[in-house]
């Protein structure tokens, strides 16, 4: 039976502790999610990995399930704001059956490394 099509969800927490479930189809990205659900999800750039501005905080029983950081993501991690043990950038988050409710904290802050200062 193919998957293709299925829906999941994930639960957006903000820096207010205010939480939001939204449907995330099977194969986007948690920061794609959160731009069709007007999530306060920043992803400058696009989810090429050359920023931390969508970085999340995964809950840690949701943080084992994700497949390993890879050292470009690690890198962008070290650039991003409120940084923790359980930290990742939402653009490398895919939704599966695997991740089916998945718990995201938005950090308090983003920093855009993208964007000159004046």
């Known amino acids: 039976m193919s998957e293709s099509g299925a829906v999941y969800k994930v639960t957006f927490i903000d820096a207010s502790g205010n939480k939001r479930t939204v449907a995330a189809p099977e194969g986007l990205s948690v920061m794609e999610v959160a731009h069709r659900n007007d999530v306060d999800v ?8 050359a920023c931390s501005t969508c970085h999340v905080i995964v809950a840690p029983e949701w943080f084992a399930k994700l497949a390993p950081a890879s050292e470009e993501e690690e ?9 923790t043990q359980t930290s990742r950038l939402s653009c490398q988050i895919r939704m599966s059956r695997e991740l089916d409710g998945i718990t995201v904290t938005l950090p308090a802050a983003t920093r855009n490394m993208m964007v000159e200062s004046k």
């Open 42 to 49: 920043e992803g400058a750039c696009e989810g090429s990995l």
């Open 75 to 83: 890198d962008m991690l070290d650039l991003a704001f409120g940084l």
